[in-house]
Nanobody, 120 residues
Framework: QVQLVESGGGLVQSGGSLRLSCAAS????????MGWYRQAPGKQRELVASISSGGSTNYADSVKGRFTISRDNNKNTLYLQMNNLKPEDTAVYYC??????????????WGKGTLVTVSS
């Protein structure tokens, strides 16, 4: 059974940093593309960053240069390093997996999310 458990969210001041983790079980992380989505209150869920099984990354324009997605295949864990956080980054962040080596949307598995709140 596939499980994705996010952690690392919390309250941080504007300009601060957080690192989100997504611990995966029930599948081999190394052969799947993964991503981070976020959903702010009253807004649609949006893709923040994705990483292919080979390590190729893509980012939303709003987070380029501030966020870094990475994976540790030995630990079966996905990360999102978030620096220079802004109040508009406030959202619930979700880990996502597609059953493909390349990110192509159509998420197959979701985590339950972790809340990030950035105060001004």
């Amino acid at each position: 059974q596939v499980q994705l458990v996010e952690s690392g969210g919390g309250l941080v001041q504007s300009g601060g940093s957080l690192r989100l983790s997504c611990a995966a079980s029930g599948f081999m992380l190394r052969i799947n593309a993964m991503g981070w989505y976020r959903q702010a209150p009253g807004k649609q869920r949006e893709l923040v960053a994705s990483i292919s099984s080979g390590g190729s990354t893509n980012y939303a324009d709003s987070v380029k240069g501030r966020f870094t997605i990475s994976r540790d295949n030995n630990k079966n864990t996905l990360y999102l390093q978030m620096n220079n956080l802004k109040p508009e980054d406030t959202a619930v962040y979700y880990c996502a997996v597609v059953r493909s080596p390349f990110w192509q949307g159509g998420v197959d598995y979701w985590g339950k999310g972790t809340l990030v709140t950035v105060s001004s």
